[in-house]
């Protein structure tokens, strides 16, 4: 999905939006960097849509090595599940787990953004379909660290 499918109003446009400034501030005078670093993410600039957001931390190569440090309130109201604290292999069944360490490894090996529109994926929470984006982060070594996901029910928007 591209971005330009994603509705201004959703938070998914927001955080891209956000991101795009991020690099643009990362720019040198030969070529921009194609991942802003984590200690550049600013929270606060993104205030309006903490809600939507979970912050993953890149630990090792596999679904037990991705750990979901913040999730936001309307995702666990979406989801009907706080998996805060947990690695994707705790948080989700194994098919399901590894389908989204795919796309999150996807993300950090191209280093650039992907934005998805699906279903929640939890059978009782199917009926509810979500927009998704995910940012990659890289430390100071420029290895992508950390992943902000943006997941927002396709009804919501923000002001």
């Avoid at 501030?25 to 802003?36: D, F, G, N, Q, T």
């Avoid at 009907?80 to 399901?96: H, I, Q, R």
Wanted: hydrophobic content about 40%; overall charge negative; glycine content about 4%.
């Amino acid at each position: 999905m591209d971005l330009t499918d994603i509705p201004e109003s959703s938070p998914v446009y927001f955080m891209a939006t956000y991101f795009t400034t991020l690099l643009s501030a990362e720019k040198s005078e030969s070529e921009p960097l194609s991942v802003p670093f984590w200690t550049d993410f600013d929270p606060i600039a993104i205030r309006k849509i903490l809600p939507w957001t979970m912050v993953m931390e890149r630990n090792g190569p596999s679904p037990e090595g991705h750990v979901i440090k913040l999730e936001g309130q309307r995702i666990v109201e979406a989801s009907g599940v706080n998996t805060m604290g947990k690695s994707l292999a705790e948080a989700f069944d194994p098919e399901m787990a590894n389908a989204k360490w795919e796309e999150m490894e996807m993300v950090a090996q191209k280093r650039c953004p992907s934005f998805t529109l699906s279903p929640v994926p939890r059978a009782e929470r199917a009926f509810i379909d979500i927009y998704r984006g995910c940012f990659p982060f890289c430390d100071v070594d420029g290895n992508v660290n950390r992943l902000v996901v943006i997941v927002a029910p396709v009804d919501d928007k923000i002001s």
